[in-house]
């Protein structure tokens, strides 16, 4: 999509915008691309992790900008330029949240009803089961996140939490077409870089937190801290928190909410929660799970592998809930879920019952979860193979490898999405890991993953099951700077085809 709303104008004071001129001219789009300034642009340049947005100020005002936002920095960079332009110049500290309120304000209107939740796993199954209740509630719903927007109405997306012009286009379209509630995913960019400012939220949820993206967030505490701004900043005081309390950090998400004045549903296992997980019986499809609301008890049916479904199907629920759902009906649609793709997803079945899942399982915590979670379903032995991708947080890599082999039988070590890093050099981190907490299983490192996925599903015996973890829904493996066709779902098919005489 464009960066520029078509045959639209507003003024710089109805933006909400002041400039320092007192300047207040017509706008007629915004962007933060100066290759995409048009004529009467609102050009934002923003502080980058290698360039700041202020180096191109000089080309938007060549190109005909009308306005351009920015930090300190960047109006010092483009100073010389600036002054010798009629443009109108805003300057702010907060140059993104400026970007996020002014989107919202352009585009006008979202859904009526809006909830987000955060966590280092289960965002996207959450926000997706949210969807589906709804739906099954007979409401015009859809997901938004690392799958796109799905549901009633899709549209493809390139980051799990977009930009502000992309995301408040994307809301004001979605109403458009009918659409009045979203269940979307916020990842700790989105929230640090305030992409997410000027949506209303009804509700806001939480479900881990765990180790990921300390190659941008550098330590823990500034991890959470970014996660913690949809508690603290975004959500107001009359929407609701939902919670998992069984997580470490629960409490103190639980804490910061109840600070500020807003209502907090706890979810999970301790005798405390409101929404509380009571009992679960495992099968080869699924799952039976006892739950409470308030003073009243419920059973319901979950076609989902994994015990971990159930934490996210409750928070779903409780969202639901704390946006207004009525809970029995929400309860009454449990039955009917299905797997989010790329999320504990059956792919195939060999011939002797050897069955093959796919999992987006990208952290330690993920796959631990993962492995612990498929456990009660799988008679035999555990199949697992993983990877990490290159050009992210390289600490994670070894304890990646180490929660495969404590909690697989056998594991194969292969490439993930290696992006620009050496993968041989990536494998010997995940490889150190597994070897170091493995003795006496099967590890085995092979470079291809194609390979490697068919070796896993050659593992396979009556009663065993194969996990392919780290890639999920991805259709792509990036290596270098190019995107390959990559399929673990297609690839994990071929396999069992080419194994079991198919071909």
Aim: glycine residues 12%; without cysteine.
């Amino acid at each position: 999509m464009s960066s520029q709303a078509e045959q639209k104008t507003s003024t710089l004071s109805a933006l909400g915008l002041t400039a320092r001129s007192g300047k207040n001219p017509q706008i007629t789009g915004l962007t933060v691309d100066s290759r995409e300034v048009q004529p009467g642009s609102l050009f934002f340049a923003l502080p980058g992790a290698r360039v700041h947005g202020g180096e191109f100020i000089q080309y938007a005002l060549r190109m005909g900008a009308a306005a351009v936002v920015t930090d300190a920095q960047g109006a010092e960079i483009a100073a010389k330029e600036l002054a010798e332009s009629a443009a109108a110049l805003i300057v702010t500290d907060d140059p993104r949240g400026a970007l996020a309120q002014t989107a919202s304000l352009w585009f006008g209107a979202h859904p009526e009803t809006v909830i987000a939740v955060t966590g280092t796993n289960g965002k996207t199954s959450i926000s997706t089961f949210a969807r589906q209740i709804w739906i099954e509630m007979g409401l015009a719903a859809v997901n938004l996140g690392t799958t796109g927007i799905e549901g009633a109405w899709t549209h493809p997306l390139r980051h799990t939490t977009p930009e502000p012009i992309t995301l408040h286009r994307a809301l004001a379209e979605a109403r458009a077409e009918g659409i009045t509630h979203v269940a979307m995913e916020a990842s700790s960019h989105g929230l640090d870089q305030r992409r997410l400012d000027g949506v209303m939220l009804a509700a806001a949820g939480f479900s881990n937190f765990t180790q990921d993206h300390l190659d941008y967030h550098k330590t823990f505490e500034a991890y959470f801290d970014a996660k913690m701004g949809l508690f603290t900043r975004l959500l107001p005081e009359d929407g609701v928190a939902v919670v998992n309390i069984d997580d470490p950090k629960g409490p103190e998400v639980v804490e910061l909410a109840e600070g500020r004045g807003v209502e907090v549903i706890t979810v999970g296992r301790a005798a405390d929660a409101r929404l509380r997980l009571t009992g679960q019986r495992f099968d080869g499809t699924g799952q039976e799970i006892l739950f409470d609301w308030q003073r009243g008890s419920h059973k319901a049916r979950l076609n989902l592998i994994g015990g971990f479904q159930a934490d996210n199907v409750l928070l779903a629920a409780g969202l639901v809930i704390a946006a207004g759902g009525d809970a029995e009906e929400a309860f009454d649609t449990l039955p009917y879920l299905t797997t989010v793709r790329g999320r504990m997803q059956h792919a195939a079945t060999r011939a002797n019952g050897g069955a093959v899942f796919v999992d987006y399982a990208h952290t330690p915590d993920a796959i631990a979860t993962a492995l612990q979670a498929m456990r009660p379903h799988v008679m035999g032995k555990l199949v697992a193979i993983v990877g990490a991708g290159g050009d992210r947080d390289a600490g994670k890599r070894p304890l990646m490898g180490q929660a495969a082999a404590e909690h697989a039988d056998v594991v194969f070590v292969t490439d993930d999405n290696p992006r620009t890093e050496d993968p041989a050099a990536i494998r010997a981190a995940v490889m150190e890991g597994a070897k170091a907490h493995g003795a006496g299983k099967s590890i085995v490192e092979v470079g291809d993953r194609a390979e490697a996925i068919l070796r896993g599903v050659d593992a396979l015996g009556p009663g065993d099951a194969l996990l392919i973890a780290g890639k999920g829904h991805e259709s792509g493996q990036t290596i270098g700077d190019d995107v390959l066709p990559f399929d673990d779902v297609e690839q994990a098919s071929v396999a069992v085809s080419a194994l079991d005489g198919a071909f």
